[in-house]
Each structure stands twice: as C-alpha cells, then as structure tokens.
C-alpha cells in the first residue's frame, strides 16, 4: 500500500502563488509516477498534471500550462505542485495521486485525501 498526505493550499488572492507537496509513504514510495488532480465543487475530478517517477517526463492539462509546474524529489518522497498566476477558476479540491501518468482517474491507483485551494477575485 502506498499513502499520500497533500499540503499547502489555502486562500489566496488572484495573481498569487501557492505550494503544494505530496508526501507519499509505504511501499516503493518513490517509484510510481505521481500526478495531480482537482475538483471544484458540482465538477467532475480533472487532470492537471502529471510527473514520471524519475521526473524526467511531465504532462499538464492545457489550462494550467505556463502557469503550474509539477516537480518530484524522491529522496524525500514529495512531489510539489507550484502554481503561480492563480485564478478564481482554479479553485478546487486539490489531489495528489500515484502510479499512473494519464489523464483518466482510473489510471491511478492511490489517492490522497486532498487540500483546499481557493482563490478569491
């Protein structure tokens, strides 16, 4: 089993920046590729990006493209989402997830539990 803790949302205002982390644990922590996923409220959960486990391949979804960037340090077991430029629409329920690089939920296999990111205009 491999468990993943998001942190580092909040509330932030339009134009901002914030820093999340997923620290995973459990069994070959370091070894999935991981990817991040959000969920506004009355939305369905959406892909937002996507890192190979050595970190060496990303993905975004194209309306977050230039503006967050998804990175991993498997010494420490964390991969980071840095968002900059944030809008009113970015607001959502942040996911951190493991053992995919898809867009699709079902091509993960471990979800954290997931961290508020709300951005006020």
């Known amino acids: 089993q491999v468990q993943l803790v998001e942190s580092g949302g909040g509330l932030v205002q339009a134009g901002g920046s914030l820093r999340l982390s997923c620290v995973t644990s459990?069994?070959?922590?370091?070894?999935?590729?991981m990817g991040w996923f959000r969920q506004a409220p009355g939305k369905e959960r959406e892909f937002v990006a996507a890192?190979?486990?050595?970190?060496?391949?990303?993905n975004y979804a194209d309306s977050v493209k230039g503006r967050f960037t998804i990175s991993r340090d498997n010494a420490k077991n964390t991969v980071y989402l840095q968002m900059i430029s944030l809008k009113p629409e970015d607001t959502a329920v942040y996911y951190c997830?493991?053992?995919?690089?898809?867009?699709?939920?079902?091509?993960?296999?471990?979800w954290g539990q997931g961290t508020q990111v709300t951005v006020s205009s």
């Open positions: 997830a493991a053992g995919g690089f898809g867009v699709a939920t079902t091509d993960y296999d471990y």
């Open positions: 459990g069994r070959t922590r370091s070894m999935y590729p």
């Open positions: 890192i190979s486990w050595r970190g060496g391949n990303t």
